[in-house]
């Protein structure tokens, strides 16, 4: 069965630096992954989905992934971090057979200090 | 374009009752998928429906069922409430041909969602 770890259920950072949110899957087969973001009482959107086509994806408000098959990671990076980019983030894959079905990583909560 | 619409947004209701969640897709979407979300389990899948048919179900009690309508708007229902099933319930839509290769990498697009608070 696949299945998708966030590796820190927290992140913090200030305003400006870097941001990194660790994924990594498992899976049997070749994965399609995606990253969403949910901002307080909202919905989830779509930042970015992996589909085979190339290892680093580009996704909106200027995040990227690169997707690792050696280290079966996925990890979530933005260069600059702003304060509207604090909200709760999760790793979602599906696999060939199970296309119809997301799993869901357990999120990790992006703050953003000033 | 309206992206998925659900109503409610807040329900409250007690213990042993039963409820209906509504969701409309987007236009021209014709797979309909539910999930649950709560501070313990996270976000699990319910169940997804595609032209009236429920192809995919999660590991939930049949207290939970759905269906969905030949205009691809989709409910679903809880019977026989209880405290644990009070949780934010999020229906997501694809553009979805069928095809298991097409689908794999065919994103979903979800509402805003249902908070429901059993008492």
């Known amino acids: 069965a696949q299945s998708v770890t966030q590796l820190d259920s927290h992140v913090s950072v200030s305003e400006g630096t870097p941001v990194l949110l660790r994924c990594n899957y498992s899976s049997s087969y070749s994965p399609s992954l995606f990253w969403y973001v949910q901002h307080p009482n909202k919905g989830l959107q779509l930042l970015l989905k992996?589909?085979?086509?190339?290892?680093l994806v580009k996704g909106i408000n200027g995040f990227e992934a690169e997707f690792k098959k050696s280290e079966t990671s996925f990890h979530l990076t933005k260069p600059s971090a702003h304060m509207s980019d604090a909200a709760e983030y999760f790793c979602v894959v599906t696999i060939s057979g199970s296309a119809r079905q997301l799993t869901f990583g357990s999120g990790t909560q992006l703050t953003v200090l000033p | 374009k309206a992206g998925v619409t659900q109503t409610p947004r807040y329900l409250i209701k007690t213990r042993g009752q039963q409820v209906t969640l509504s969701c409309s897709p987007i236009s021209g979407h014709r797979s309909v998928s539910w999930y649950q979300q709560t501070p313990g389990q996270g976000l699990q899948f319910l169940f997804e429906?595609?032209?009236?048919?429920?192809?995919n179900k999660g590991n939930f009690p049949g207290r939970f069922s759905g269906r969905q309508f030949s205009n691809s708007r989709s409910e679903m229902n809880v019977s026989t409430l209880e405290l644990g099933d009070s949780a934010l319930y999020l229906c997501?839509?694809?553009?979805?041909?069928?095809?298991?290769?097409?689908?794999?990498?065919?994103?979903?697009?979800f509402g805003q969602g249902t908070r429901l608070t059993v008492v």
């Open positions: 429906y595609f032209s009236e048919t429920q192809r």
């Open positions: 992996y589909t085979s086509a190339a290892t």
């Open positions: 997501a839509s694809k553009r979805s041909s069928g095809g298991w290769n097409t689908e794999l990498y065919t994103e979903a697009f």
